[in-house]
Each structure stands twice: as C-alpha cells, then as structure tokens.
C-alpha cells in the first residue's frame, strides 16, 4: 500500500508540476492554422504539420487505414504559443529519452545524440560500447522490458520522450499518460521498404533538435543506396533462397516484405519474388524443395553450421545446391559479448551498408573492396 500511495504521490506531483509550469511560461492564443504540411519522400506511417512556433508529428496506424494512431506537439523553448493539452506535449530538444527499442539507439547514434540516452530496456539488446559505458557511469539506466517495467524507478527518472515500438491492438498514449510519461509509439518496422524506415531518422531529428542534420544524413543515405543499386540493374539475378524449416513447416519473407526488397534492390532472384505478401509466409517442405533446392544462396535465420543441422537432417541439407555450395549466410558478423546485434540497432538507420554487403554476395565482382559488414558465411568462424 505504501508503494502505491508512493506512485501515485509522484505522479500527482509531475501532473501540478506541469500545470503550473505551462500555465506561467505560455501565453494563452489561438492555435494557428498550419504553415506546411511535410510528408516524407519514402515514409508511409507518419508525417509533420509545422507551425509557427512548434511542429505536431502525427503517427499513422498501420493496422487501421485512414486513421491516427497517436500525436505529439513538439515545442522548442522560444515559443509563446499555449499549445492544446489535448495533444500529447513534449519540450523540444529532449534532454532524457528513455528507448525501449534498439533500433532507435541506432537513429540517436548516426545524429550523435546517444547523450539524451537515459534509460534502455536491457543491456542485452544493446551493441553501441558507447552506451555500455554509459550504463557502466551510471548515465543510462536499464529500465526492463515493456512487459515489466520498473515503473516507479521509470516515472522518478521523469524522461522527456519513452520511444517504444507499437504493435496492433495497442492504446499507445492512454497506457503512460496517467502516469506522466509521454510514450513515443514508433511504427517504422511497419515501413516496407529500407529507404521508408532509415526515413524516421527525421523524426529522431524532430525531437533531438537535429532536424537539418537528420534530413542532410538521409539524402546522403539516400544518394548512396541508389547508387548501390544501380550497379545490378544489368547484370544477371542470383537466385536466392530465406528462412528455415521447422517441425516441416519453412518459414521465410513475402515477396513484398521489407527482405525481399533488400533482395531485389541488390540483383537478387529471390525465390518467392512474386509473393504478394508483405509479412512472413509459410510453406511445406516439399514445395521449397521444389522451387529452391537450386538457389546459390540461402540466408538462415540462425547462427551456425551447427544450429541449422539441429533442425534439418544431413539427406534434407544435401538437396539444397546452396548447402552444398557452403553458401549459406546470417546477419550477425557483429555481435557483441552480451548478444547485441549492430544488424539490428545500425541496420534501420543505414539501408546502404546492408545493400552494399548484399551486393558483395550476390555480385563480388562489382565491389570488390568491401569486406561485408553485418552478414557472415555461417560455415566460416
């Protein structure tokens, strides 16, 4: 009972706190009619209204056309516009931001901004040393998954922004704003193309104070993952086969999914190419046989040459030109000693680098120079 009354204690103290502070540094207007509509070039989930004196992000829902999942009024300290209360309010540039997704550790890097960088899920998840040494000073705390939060260390830290992944279903804003929190519910693992999701790096620049920054390192992104991209327009498609099987069902990417675009955009003929799906598919084992048992590469989703032979037997393996071949690849070239992944945490933000080492496996003789970066042949230590 003391915890609770404890909570709620500080709770009832951020919530007058807030009110006062509004109520004497903001001059009461009318809210003006919106300057400029931004809407990203690639982005689909969310877009900007700028106003005269603060921006509003809208988030998209993915999972309900044509509606708005959540909304954030970003407001630098020079305005003296009274902005609506009814819109979730953060004071921008953020000073404490509390990520419980590793992808956005990446965005906060690639703008140099790991300083705001107060709190993560779990060290686990975690590759950036950088922000293992943080933790280690006592400058970034570990919070716990969203599941199990450490609520009470969480709202005592008082973050400017939560980053958190939203999933279908969820009420992305009502679940902390009771609390105090400002939750950030990102939806840019929903984008389905690698350019549409190094695109929300506009956003981390929205709330760092880095917008000209972030927009400067996307074109340059940008501009590079074309070029990529047009080194295979001519040349001959790698057939390549994804995923794994198991208890007899293969589970790998649509044909539309976020993979199989890296795949075609880097001169891939990926096996189910013409899959209209946008998430994973399943199909049986004998079909994969079929359709890919001549595929020169395969990706598998797990760690080792010892790992996939706990799954599949030798005969199965034999079948497949790409087992054979010792040609089979995963994307952990760059794990650290407590399982953070750099695939997952830079990958999001830098499209080009995962291109490029797709490139080299696929056509090794248009680069190379490269030495790859994020995958490894699980046959060689």
């Known amino acids: 009972m003391m915890r609770i009354l404890s909570i709620f204690g500080v709770v009832l103290f951020l919530s007058l706190s807030a009110c006062v502070f509004h109520s004497e540094s903001f001059e009461k207007k009318e809210n003006s009619a919106v300057v400029e509509k931004i809407s990203p070039e690639y982005a689909q989930w969310y877009y900007v209204e700028d106003y005269s004196e603060y921006?509003?992000?809208?988030?998209?829902?993915?999972?309900?056309?044509?509606?708005?999942?959540?909304?954030?009024?970003?407001?630098?300290?020079?305005?003296?516009?009274?902005?609506?209360?009814?819109?979730?309010?953060?004071?921008?540039?953020?000073?404490?931001?509390?990520?419980?997704?590793?992808?956005?550790?990446?965005?906060?890097?690639?703008?140099g901004s790991l300083g705001v960088l107060t709190g993560v899920s779990g060290k686990s998840y975690v590759y950036s040393q950088e922000v293992h040494d943080q933790i280690d000073q006592g400058k970034t705390f570990v919070f716990g998954e969203e599941y199990n939060l450490q609520w009470e260390k969480l709202i005592?830290?008082?973050?400017?922004?939560?980053?958190?992944?939203?999933?279908?279903?969820?009420?992305?804003?009502?679940?902390?704003?009771?609390?105090?929190?400002?939750?950030?519910?990102?939806?840019?693992?929903?984008?389905?193309?690698?350019?549409a999701r190094a695109e929300w790096i506009k956003v981390i620049g929205l709330f760092t104070g880095k917008e000209k920054e972030a927009n400067e390192l996307f074109e340059n992104?940008?501009?590079?993952?074309?070029?990529?991209?047009?080194?295979?327009?001519?040349?001959?498609?790698?057939?390549?086969?994804?995923?794994?099987?198991?208890?007899?069902?293969?589970?790998?990417?649509?044909?539309?999914?976020?993979?199989?675009?890296?795949?075609?955009?880097?001169?891939?003929?990926?096996?189910?190419?013409?899959d209209p799906e946008h998430g994973d598919i399943t199909k049986d084992f004998e079909?994969?046989?079929?359709?890919?048992?001549?595929?020169?590469?395969?990706?598998?989703?797990?760690?080792?040459?010892?790992?996939?032979?706990?799954?599949?037997?030798?005969?199965?393996?034999?079948?497949?030109?790409?087992?054979?071949?010792?040609?089979?690849?995963?994307q952990d070239a760059r794990l650290n000693i407590v399982g953070g992944n750099e695939y997952w945490e830079k990958g999001p933000a830098r499209p080009d680098l995962i291109l490029k080492d797709l490139i080299s496996i696929f056509h090794p003789q248009v680069v190379t120079d490269h030495e790859l970066y994020f995958f490894r042949n699980i046959f060689e230590k």
């Open 55 to 111: 921006k509003k992000l809208i988030i998209k829902d993915p999972w309900n056309e044509g509606s708005v999942l959540a909304e954030y009024n970003l407001v630098p300290p020079t305005t003296k516009l009274y902005v609506d209360s009814s819109v979730a309010r953060i004071d921008v540039p953020v000073k404490k931001v509390v990520s419980l997704t590793s992808a956005y550790i990446g965005f906060l890097k690639e703008l």
């Open 156 to 195: 005592q830290h008082d973050p400017d922004a939560l980053f958190v992944t939203a999933f279908p279903g969820q009420n992305p804003v009502e679940q902390y704003k009771d609390l105090g929190i400002n939750a950030v519910y990102l939806v840019g693992w929903q984008e389905k193309t690698p350019l």
């Open 221 to 274: 992104i940008k501009g590079e993952y074309t070029r990529l991209m047009q080194l295979t327009e001519e040349l001959p498609k790698t057939k390549i086969l994804d995923g794994f099987a198991f208890k007899g069902i293969w589970y790998l990417p649509g044909g539309e999914s976020y993979k199989a675009c890296f795949y075609k955009d880097a001169g891939a003929d990926y096996v189910y190419n013409n």
């Open 287 to 330: 079909t994969i046989i079929e359709d890919g048992h001549d595929a020169a590469i395969w990706f598998y989703p797990r760690m080792s040459d010892r790992d996939i032979r706990t799954v599949m037997d030798q005969d199965q393996l034999e079948v497949f030109k790409a087992y054979r071949d010792r040609q089979i690849y995963y």
